[in-house]
């Protein structure tokens, strides 16, 4: 395997730019707007086409992880700045590049721009720093330290109800990561994988470690749990509710597009792959909670009156099916819960977009409020439509392709969860049309009436979203080939590891788009 | 006549306490004989004197040398001594720099030589605490180090709180001091000696038969409730909050730093050097200690509403997490893997005494004239009329929340790690779990600071003023935290010099 490697140290750079980016617009002077906002919008659109030329300078079709820079970091410790991608990071790490300036340059915070502007940058450093970690401690160091932005981001620019939700917020993920601190620690200290027997935090030097039977059960939920609550699994999601209607738009944004995927990710990278046999002996319990999930958020999503609310919900149903996936074991499902990591996050952010828009023209997010707005403002429900469906997973778009190869990924292995799971996939059309018919259609009350077009800026905002949707429903293959040798391997070394064999992938006679394009 | 012969004393290794001593006498005496010299003259002088301990803790912290004991084998200097002198001098000198701003916006200068004198005085007895070889001397250290701070507690003499503090500090301290002279006869009485060596010996050559080993058991278990009551371990921990509220604000950062810095270092002296053959025994003991102090102190503290009293409950949860650490090493206590734990304890400790003295420095600055407004509401707004004070206490406070990067997690890692290598699982999970409770406690003061919107009477306050001193107190712990949380590894080395 010929992982390439550049001389320009790309992935530190990633972390660094949005870092200093957030000092820098903490040193200036708050007296002169337009340079913070200069500065801000500089800092986060380098890092965006970083990450876009990562993209396209990605070998793919290869496995292993690439563009790797290790430093030693704190070596009394066993920890290096060890940093890599692979085809499950890729897609996010770009998607964290290029959504922080789209969130800085279209969405006014309304206040102190630059305050935000400086947690937004470190939220997008330590985003990308997680999945870029190969280092369980220098990973752990960013999972956990995202919650300091995004607590702010909360806090200082949210709705009514901010402070309890981003109190909530905190307190469930650091729970989360009191169990997986130690997990970590106990992880490296018995696996002693450094060389000689030295205690490392190495990834891939734990990844070739053999736990005893229980020590890796024991360890793997310790990891579980707090990727469970960040994800958030069924019981743990009671937070996301909570956080996703009090965050201001760009938080919302950045949180289901990004944040909550640091749980899948980390189910898939620190769970299954360090963890085999224990991921497959609690398959039943996590496909289990995930269908719950899928069920359960679908059923609160249509019981919201608020927008935002039902949005969020539908998040707890979406990320089921990522879990589904992930659970599955099969390559298949694995790659198609992978990219629909990426597509939930660039519909459900456009999504949350959009509500961000109708809050600031209405100043409410009551559904029973809004109504008629389609025949005020065409064009701005045509977008809301397109967003919804793709969220919905129509055919063409990209939400149907990763739920499409979750399912049948996972029918071989997890099959009455997958029936299950499927009426979810109606449930999610029931809740989203009758929300759109509430809000979109019907009469137009007098409030409404003055509801504005979409503008130019913010259809340019959007724009992004909409090609991306587009693009990845008709024609998913680039995005497949370089998350599918990834996340085979990832099988693979579960079958080395447990004398797992995959099953032979469902036979689908063509790629997605052409089953019924 | 009697030929009375005194033993051979090596003035070099106590020199660091020779320096403190000279400078408190200095002072004391200087200051009735001469008329006042200008202000911030004390406090730099007592600054001065502490940086020159310090240097000669330096000095001999380089010249590697094994661990010996002076004195007729009362004193034992090795790396962990001259730590703790590093942490219990640089204390020192840190609140005094900010009790002179304090002094001076009270207006209690008149009094100063005498405070800077009882801080060089305590720092003395709380080095000769941790550095005892003999129960005896122990207790002196802690009578030294005990007396000095009741006086501290009392300094700001027109504040009724101020002496009401005091006074509950004496007299609950009296008690803890006589329950752990108690246990000293105890051991005299179980062992023949008050001398840890001997101690030591004595049950290595002994036999215990017929349950003979009661009276050194209660013995140790007396002592124990000594040092808990000094390191406000739960339950003996129900002077703190009252005593950190009602003194001076300097002297409560003081004391959740240095007094807990030497009473850590006895605890591990006492259990490791001189009755580690009973570690079965107390280990159990710690784990409870432990468990219910990072819980009791989590949990009150997040029902407080001023912000001394929640430092000083969040000072009983950390030093539950110190015994976390305490109890890894008790696993293996009288043999050389005791070191993690004990490591992992005194790294957290001088981490955690930046932490709280540039916590309890912001306190004393919002405080203002009369070191009254230290309620949450004190600090409401504060994140837009002093961002960078704000800023600076957001990150002792998340650092004291453990978030990574930061000297906290350091801390907290290093506790964690050693659990983790003895087996503590449950008890490592526990306490990180008591940490997410008391990171509650740190989020309340942020929004306070931060997301709290003014409310009527708040332009009534006084304006906060950042005196110089204060001032850089407050930034250096803040850089300390970060540059140290970024970058641990040169600390990290430097505690693996105190077992060589």
Known sequence: ?517 | MIDLQGPPIEWMAISPLLILLGAALAMLVGAVLTPAWPRRFYALFTAAAAAAAIVMTVIEWHRHRAPRLIIAQSMRIDNFTLWLVIIVVGAALLSTLVTDDYLEREQLTAHAPEVYALYLLSSIGAIVMGAANDLIVLFLGLEILSIALYVLAASHRRRQQSREAALKYFILGSVASATFLYGVALIYGGSGSTNFSEIVTSFNSLIPVDRSEAMTLAGIALLMVGMSFKVAAAPFHFWAPDVYEGAPTPVSGFMASAAKAAGFAALMRVLFYAVPQFRDDFRPVIWVLAVATVFIGSVMAVVQTNVKRMLAFSSVSHAGFILVGVEAAAHAAGSPAQADGVLSALNYLLLYSVLVIGSFAVVAVVGRKGDDATDLNGFRGLGRSHPALALAFTVLLIAQAGVPLTTGFVAKFGVISAAVDAHSYALAIIAMLAAVIAAFLYLRIMVSMWASEPEAGDDDRQPIHVPLLTGIVIAFTALFTIVFGLAPGWLIDASKHIFP
């Not at chain 1, 002169?32 to 300078?57: D, N, Q």
């Not at chain 1, 800026?457 to 998350?483: D, H």
């Open chain 1, 1 to 517: 395997m010929h992982a390439p490697t550049m001389n320009f140290p790309i992935l530190s750079m990633l972390i660094f730019v949005p870092f200093v980016g957030a000092i820098l617009t903490a040193l200036i002077s708050k007296r002169r707007p337009e340079l913070v906002r200069l500065t801000a919008l500089l800092c986060s659109a380098i890092t965006a086409g970083l990450s876009i030329w990562l993209l396209v300078a990605f070998h793919k079709g290869e496995a292993g992880f690439q563009f790797e820079s290790q430093h030693m970091w704190i070596k009394q410790w066993g920890i290096s700045w060890h940093l890599g991608v692979d085809g499950i990071s890729l897609f996010m790490v770009v998607l964290s590049g290029i959504l922080t300036p789209l969130v800085l340059a279209g969405i006014d915070p309304h206040k102190d721009n630059k305050a935000y502007a400086g947690w937004m940058l470190l939220l997008q450093a330590g985003c990308i720093g997680s999945f870029l970690s190969l280092d369980l401690f220098l990973f752990f160091a960013f999972f956990e330290i995202v919650l300091v932005p995004m607590y702010f981001l909360i806090a200082g620019w949210g709705y009514e109800n901010r402070i309890y939700a981003a109190m909530k917020f905190f307190l469930f993920t650091m729970f989360g990561s009191a169990f997986m601190l130690v997990g970590v620690i106990a992880t490296a200290v018995i696996a002693k994988a450094g060389p000689n027997g030295t205690v490392s935090f190495d990834l891939l030097d734990i990844a070739n470690a053999n736990f005893a039977v229980s020590t890796g059960r024991w360890l793997f939920f310790a990891f579980a749990i707090a990727f469970a609550i960040k994800v958030p699994l069924f019981p743990l999601h009671t937070w996301l509710p909570a956080a996703h209607t009090q965050a201001p738009t760009g938080g919302s944004v950045i949180l289901a597009a990004i944040l909550l995927k640091m749980g899948t990710y980390g189910l898939l990278r620190f769970g299954v792959f360090l963890f085999p046999e224990a991921a497959r002996w609690s398959r039943p319990l996590f496909l289990t909670l995930a269908v719950i999930g899928i069920l359960w958020g679908a059923i609160a999503a249509t019981m919201q009156k608020d927008l935002k609310r039902l949005v969020a919900y539908s998040s707890v149903a979406h990320l089921g099916f990522i879990v589904l996936g992930t659970f599955a074991i099969t390559t298949q499902a694995g790659s198609g819960a992978v990219m629909q990591n990426i597509n939930h996050g660039v519909s459900t952010g456009a999504l949350f977009i959009m509500v961000g828009m109708i809050y600031e023209r209405r100043h409410t997010r009551q559904i029973a409020e809004l109504g008629g707005i389609q025949s005020v403002a065409p064009i701005f429900a045509g977008v809301f439509m397109l967003m919804m469906l793709s969220s919905v997973g129509l055919p063409g778009l990209n939400g149907f392709v990763g739920e499409y190869l979750v399912l049948i990924g996972s029918f071989g292995t997890a099959r009455w969860w997958v029936v299950v799971a499927a009426v979810g996939v109606i449930l999610a059309a029931v809740y989203l049309l009758w929300a759109y018919q509430r809000v979109f259609q019907g009469p137009v009350n007098d409030d409404n009436r003055s509801f504005a077009e979409l503008k130019f800026k913010e259809a340019a905002l959007l724009l992004p979203f909409a090609a991306i949707i587009i693009f990845t429903g008709v024609y998913p293959k680039p995005m497949l080939e370089r998350i599918e040798p990834s996340v085979r391997a990832v099988i693979a070394h579960v079958e080395e590891k447990t004398g797992y064999v995959e099953p032979g992938p469902v036979v689908v006679v063509a790629p997605a788009e052409e089953s019924h394009g």
